[in-house]
Nanobody
Framework: QVQLVESGGGLVQPGGSLRLSCAAS????????MGWYRQAPGKQRDMVAI???????RYADSVKGRFTISRDNAENTVYLQMNSLKPEDTAVYYC??????????WGPGTQVTVSP
């Protein structure tokens, strides 16, 4: 099992930047996929960005070119650098670790609000 804790959320103006961090309770070296998801009020939770143990990444079309996911296995931490933020990026952002359906864990989430 792994516990995940997100941090770095907050209020930012459109065009601004934030960096989210996800600290894991144990080594993430051999965790197959680490990812960031988000859920806006009244909407489903959607994938934002994922990164595999081999370093491959995938992004939602809406964030390509603006967001960057990275993982620091030595620090057991995954990051999401968010630039050029838009009001539609407002959501609760969740960190996820996935090895298989029985090893699928979520953090409690961190709020990101993009507003003038």
């Amino acid at each position: 099992q792994v516990q995940l804790v997100e941090s770095g959320g907050g209020l930012v103006q459109p065009g601004g930047s934030l960096r989210l961090s996800c600290a894991a309770s144990r080594s993430i070296f051999n965790i197959f996929i680490m990812g960031w998801y988000r859920q806006a009020p009244g909407k489903q939770r959607d994938m934002v960005a994922i990164i595999t143990s081999g370093g491959s990444t995938r992004y939602a079309d809406s964030v390509k070119g603006r967001f960057t996911i990275s993982r620091d296995n030595a620090e057991n931490t995954v990051y999401l650098q968010m630039n050029s933020l838009k009001p539609e990026d407002t959501a609760v952002y969740y960190c996820n670790s996935y090895n298989d359906p029985r090893q699928n864990y979520w953090g409690p989430g961190t709020q990101v609000t993009v507003s003038p």
